[in-house]
């Protein structure tokens, strides 16, 4: 087995360890709106549950050479985001909203997706996911990177869930029919594909 020292490493060798090792990945589809009104929408894998009580949720947003994502900057400024579950329905659509575009041109109007406004908060979600989930900024906290900081964790309080009606029974969220997709390496993606089962220990 190879021992590596990741502070051996440069950063990309790093994210490569990472993001081939730590899978599936589930993905976050972040909309926000900026102090202009533009919605901005990108996909994100550094993603998961926090707590269920209050329901959680953390984001973890990479920087570029020390740059604050345009998601992150309105996360923080505006306190307030929508996170949806990316589908094998909506995926191509979504991977489109990870181009690079300026701060003045929406990624949700690139893609073709459809606003649709929020109950509890002013940022819209967008109608193409069978979950929505309204958020609001808890903490935030940049990372020191080696010279600047390497990205920003946040974390968000659910304040209101949207699912699809087909997909919710007895309580409880049917995978298959969610569908959803999760990251993995490079350009390639994952299906749920077989469910197992094992009981656990008391």
């Known amino acids: 087995m190879l021992s590596i020292d990741p502070a051996s490493l440069s950063e990309r060798d790093n994210y490569k360890f ?3 090792s730590i899978i599936p990945r589930p993905i976050a589809f972040v909309t926000t709106l900026s102090k202009d009104g533009v919605l901005n929408g ?9 707590s269920s009580n209050p329901p959680m949720i953390s984001l973890s947003i990479q920087r570029s050479s020390g740059r604050q994502k ?3 900057r ?7 985001f929508v996170v949806h579950i990316v589908d094998e329905q909506n995926v191509e659509k979504i991977n489109k909203t990870a181009a690079s575009l300026p701060p003045d041109q929406s990624e949700i109007e690139l893609a073709n997706l459809t606003p649709v406004e929020s109950m509890k908060i002013s940022v819209p979600g967008v109608k ?6 309204e958020c609001i ?10 010279d600047t900081p390497g990205c920003d964790l946040i974390i968000g309080k659910v304040v209101q869930f ?11 969220i049917n995978p298959k029919e969610l569908a959803a997709v999760s990251r993995l390496a ?11 089962e094992i009981e656990r220990p008391n």
């Open 70 to 72: 345009d998601t992150a």
């Open 74 to 80: 309105n996360m923080i400024e505006s306190k307030q």
């Open 42 to 50: 990108a996909p994100f894998s550094y993603f998961n549950i926090v």
């Open 18 to 20: 990472l993001i081939g």
């Open 186 to 196: 490079g350009n390639n993606y994952a299906k749920i594909g077989e469910i197992f």
């Open 162 to 172: 949207h699912i699809e009606s087909d997909i919710y029974e007895n309580g409880r």
């Open 137 to 146: 900024v808890e903490h935030s906290l940049e990372l020191a990177g080696l």
């Open 128 to 133: 193409e996911a069978k979950i929505r989930m």
